[in-house]
C-alpha cells in the first residue's frame, strides 16, 4: 500500500528566504508525482508534475525534483513571498484511472 | 490548463437529508472523474473513481449506497450524500483527467464544503 510522507507539517519562514519541501513514498512504482498548493478552504491548484522518466521540472521560482529509486521529492521555492503561504501537498499516482495518494501537506507561512 | 467546476461551494442542511454536489468538466471531456474527502489536517482521501456510462468504483470503507455517484455525461458527474449525518461534515473535491492529455494530470476543482447540523 503506497503511503506518502511530507516533511515538516510547518514552516514558517521570513520573507526572500529560499525554502525545501519533503516528500517521500514508499511504492516506487510510480507514474508520475504531482505537486499542488491548497490555499485555506479552496480546492488544489497543480504546480509542477513529474513524469517517472523525469528528474525534475521548473516553473517560475518552483523546481521539484524526484528520484524515485529513493521514493523521494522535493519542491524547491526561491526568493519566498507572503503570497506563497499556502498548503502544499505531494501526491503520486501509478497512472491511467489509478488514483492519487496524498501526503498530510505542509503548512508554509511566509512572514513579511 | 484545464478547468473543473463544483457547485455549490458550500452547503448546510438538516441531519437526514440528501445532499448533492455536482462537479463539471469545462473546456474538456472527462471519462474519469475522482471525488475525495478532506477532513481537517487530514490528507485528501480518494472515495470513488467515476467512471462515464458504467458504475463508480468505490475505495475500501466507502458505503456506495450512502455516497452516491453518478457520471450521466462526459463532463459532469455528481455525488449525493444520502442521510447526511454530522459525521459527513467534510470538504469534497472532484478532479478530473483530459484524456487527450498524456500527462496524466488531474485538474480539481474549488471543493464544496458540507455541514450537516
Known amino acids: 500500500k503506497q503511503e506518502v510522507t511530507q516533511i515538516p507539517a510547518a514552516l514558517s519562514v521570513p520573507e526572500g528566504e529560499n525554502l525545501v519541501l519533503n516528500c517521500s513514498f514508499t511504492?516506487?512504482?510510480?507514474?508520475?508525482l504531482q505537486w499542488f498548493r491548497q490555499d485555506p478552504g479552496k480546492g488544489l491548484t497543480s504546480l509542477l508534475l513529474i513524469q517517472s522518466s523525469q528528474r525534475e521540472q521548473t516553473s517560475g521560482r518552483l523546481n521539484a525534483s524526484l528520484d524515485k529509486s529513493s521514493g523521494r521529492s522535493t519542491l524547491y521555492i526561491a526568493a519566498s513571498q507572503p503570497g506563497d503561504s499556502a498548503t502544499y501537498l505531494c501526491?503520486?499516482?501509478?497512472?491511467?484511472?489509478?488514483?492519487?495518494?496524498f501526503g498530510k501537506g505542509t503548512k508554509l507561512t511566509v512572514n513579511p | 490548463g484545464a478547468v473543473v467546476s463544483q457547485h455549490p461551494s458550500r452547503v448546510i442542511c438538516k441531519s437526514g437529508t440528501s445532499v448533492k454536489i455536482e462537479c463539471r468538466s469545462l473546456d474538456f471531456q472527462a471519462t474519469t472523474m475522482f471525488w475525495y474527502r478532506q477532513f481537517p489536517k487530514k490528507s485528501l482521501m480518494l472515495m470513488a473513481t467515476s467512471n462515464e456510462g458504467s458504475k463508480a468504483t468505490y475505495e475500501q470503507g466507502v458505503e456506495k449506497d450512502k455516497f452516491l455517484i453518478n457520471h450521466a455525461s462526459l463532463t459532469l458527474s455528481t455525488l449525493t450524500v444520502t442521510s447526511a449525518h454530522p459525521e459527513d461534515s467534510s470538504f469534497y473535491i472532484c478532479?478530473?483527467?483530459?484524456?487527450?492529455?498524456?500527462?496524466?494530470?488531474?485538474?480539481f476543482g474549488p471543493g464544496t464544503r458540507l455541514t450537516v447540523l
Open positions: 478532479s478530473a483527467r483530459d484524456p487527450l492529455e498524456r500527462t496524466d494530470t488531474q485538474y
Open positions: 511504492d516506487s512504482a510510480i507514474y508520475n
Open positions: 501526491a503520486v499516482s501509478r497512472g491511467g484511472s489509478e488514483k492519487l495518494v
